[in-house]
């Protein structure tokens, strides 16, 4: 059940993105980068597969865990990925309000100077 | 021992990066240090390729844990040459930038951010887990996107939005297809996944994660239609920026397509293989016209990056040994050439004050050498005979009509016309005709080149040329590489060893 809404979630968190993407202010362009990392992070999570108060913990005197039990795996990845992303995410924030600054305008539109 | 070799092409730039930034008051020692560690790093890589040639693939487990569980690292012959290649690159870069990187540059810390860049991109080479790809793929950009934007200036600034926006998305899909695949198969490390993929029964999903992967790897290496980013911001930072830019980030895309194509996705390449072949030959086509389409050197040069991925992925897409060895080739070729171009066209830069061809001129009279160092790298790009790009198109149109793919070989053929089109284009306004009256505000300048701005240029034009008269032995080397990743059991076994004969191809 729980999948099923968490899917749902990243189809929104994805379409949502999408959408700030494809519109011509430069901080929705910041917000929908935020918001599809933040649902390939989601997916990550989901696809790796959810199972609740099933810790991957061994018990004494057994060399692995009594199946089924949640794979943390996932949740790591998620982590190196949150991080990554909020570094990256920081940096672009600083350098769209740098480039703001140098075209003085917040329309992709003026950001044509450079294109081919 | 088997260890250190391996992981040796990872420590010194990171150390190097740590220690230039430790001493970041001085710019002597930055400078000065940056090519110390550079050639160090050219040492370390050229051991790895004669270990790698010698004794077979190298697998360490960093941390002890056995795959496919643990963090392991991979160096196969193409590994191999990719990290020698780079460390050739850095070397040269390294060199030119001591000139062409101003004090200002330098103390915001541009030769740390460098070997950061290096660090990223050798990772990418040696990695042995798609979960690691992708870090060191973050590595890297982060590195690059610094890179980008250093400057400050407003076409530096808009250039880099352009970039970080659409490689942070591929980025993204990049996540995505590996927490799908994550999810079907439970694996991520690359020679796991090739072994439990030989048979999986559920095709459609994996071809579909593999499309996934395959447009994020395509944005990476600037393959049409998703190549709009690298010729709108290649042009905007300093030349040496840009020649290490051009020389390696859109190869290791074209590296992630190889290493994906021919190990993890193998099964299923029956099905992508059309889809491949016609995205390089529009890719090719569409570089090379939009080359013909500009007047201004780096951006001539940004478009042939494109057009000349084109090149490699339709290598990649016959998939046959020949093909695979033609790719490896043409990727060394192609790294060693663009970066020495785009090097010559920060030496025009630096001594008119323009690359636009409409207002320079008279170079072949002020600057002959300048014109020599031109011709080498460009006609062998446009695959002039006996230069290295002569044999490269060579090899690829020769497996090309081995597997009877006669479209893509008459527009490879037809591609490389164009390219020398625009090549003659450069060389008869840079070189030839007389230098216009100043037009506007623009004063045509013969400002002197400082020498560690020419000698990298000699040293790769050199390599070109070495490359075109003794081709043999690096060709060679490519076949042996590519046999390696067209017979992939000793890249599995090596890396997990339980595996051992069991898989039969």
């Not at chain 1, 901080?27 to 990550?44: C, D, E, P, T």
Request: net charge neutral; glycine share 8%; hydrophobic share 60%.
């Amino acid at each position: 059940m729980i999948e099923i809404i968490l899917a749902l979630f990243i189809g929104l968190l994805f379409a949502a993105g999408l959408y700030c993407l494809l519109r011509r202010s430069l901080v929705k362009l910041v917000f929908g980068l935020i918001l599809l990392s933040q649902g390939a992070n989601l997916l990550v999570f989901t696809a790796g597969g959810l199972l609740a108060g099933r810790p991957p913990l061994i018990a004494k005197g057994s060399i692995i865990p009594d199946a089924p039990v949640a794979d943390p795996l996932p949740q790591a990845m998620v982590l190196t990925a949150i991080v990554i992303g909020f570094g990256l995410v920081a940096f672009f924030v600083a350098l769209v309000h740098r480039a703001h600054e140098a075209v003085g305008d917040d329309d992709i539109n003026s950001f044509d100077q450079t294109d081919t | 021992m088997n260890g250190l070799v391996i992981v040796l092409p990872l420590l010194i730039p990171l150390f190097g990066a740590v220690l230039l930034l430790g001493g970041a008051r001085s710019i002597r020692f930055q400078r000065v240090g940056a090519i110390a560690i550079a050639a160090l790093l050219m040492a370390a890589a050229a051991w790895l390729v004669l270990e790698v040639d010698l004794h077979g693939v190298i697998a360490v487990q960093i941390g002890d844990w056995a795959a496919p569980f643990g963090i392991t690292l991979v160096a196969d012959r193409l590994g191999a040459i990719m990290v020698a290649v780079s460390a050739f690159m850095g070397l040269a870069v390294g060199i030119f930038a001591v000139s062409d990187i101003d004090d200002e540059r330098v103390k915001k810390k541009f030769f740390p951010v460098f070997f950061v860049l290096l660090f990223g991109v050798n990772g990418a080479f040696l990695t042995g887990d798609l979960f690691n790809l992708y870090v060191w793929f973050e590595v890297m950009l982060i590195a690059s996107f610094v890179l980008i934007g250093l400057g400050g200036l407003k076409d530096e600034l808009e250039g880099a939005i352009k970039y970080v926006s659409l490689n942070l998305f591929s980025s993204v899909l990049f996540l995505a297809a590996v927490g799908i695949l994550y999810g079907e198969v439970g694996t991520l490390n690359m020679a796991d996944l090739a072994v439990k993929l030989e048979n999986y029964p559920e095709v459609e999903l994996i071809v579909s994660t593999s499309m996934l992967l395959l447009v994020a790897f395509c944005i990476k290496a600037a393959v049409f239609p998703f190549f709009f980013w690298l010729p709108a911001s290649y042009h905007t930072p300093p030349a040496a920026v840009s020649a290490i830019f051009a020389g390696l980030l859109t190869k290791v895309g074209v590296y992630a397509l190889i290493r994906s194509q021919t190990l993890i996705f193998r099964p299923i390449f029956d099905e992508v293989q059309v889809l491949l072949i016609w995205l390089a030959v529009l890719t090719m086509i569409v570089g090379v016209l939009g080359a013909a389409r500009h007047f201004e050197m780096r951006r001539i040069l940004s478009f042939h990056i494109v057009s000349q991925i084109g090149y490699m992925v339709l290598a990649l897409a016959f998939m046959t040994p020949l093909a695979l060895a033609a790719a490896i080739f043409y990727v060394v070729h192609h790294i060693i050439v663009k970066t020495n171009l785009f090097l010559v066209s920060g030496i025009v830069l630096r001594k008119k004050g323009s690359a636009d061809l409409a207002k320079i001129g008279g170079l072949y009279k002020s600057a002959p050498w300048l014109a020599v160092l031109f011709f080498i790298p460009a006609f062998s790009l446009g695959g002039i005979p006996p230069l290295s790009g002569f044999w490269a198109k060579f090899a690829v149109v020769q497996s090309g009509l081995e597997v009877g793919q006669w479209v893509a070989v008459g527009a490879a053929l037809f591609v490389g016309i164009l390219t020398l089109f625009s090549m003659t284009k450069i060389w008869g306004e840079a070189f030839w005709k007389k230098q216009p009256e100043s037009t506007g505000d623009f004063v045509p300048e013969d400002r002197p080149v400082p020498v560690f701005m020419v000698a990298p240029v000699v040293l790769l034009a050199a390599a070109t040329l070495f490359i075109g008269l003794y081709g043999n032995g690096l060709f060679a080397f490519s076949e042996r590489a590519a046999e390696q990743l067209f017979d992939n059991r000793e890249y599995i076994s090596t890396v997990l060893p339980q595996e051992g004969e069991g898989i039969a191809r």
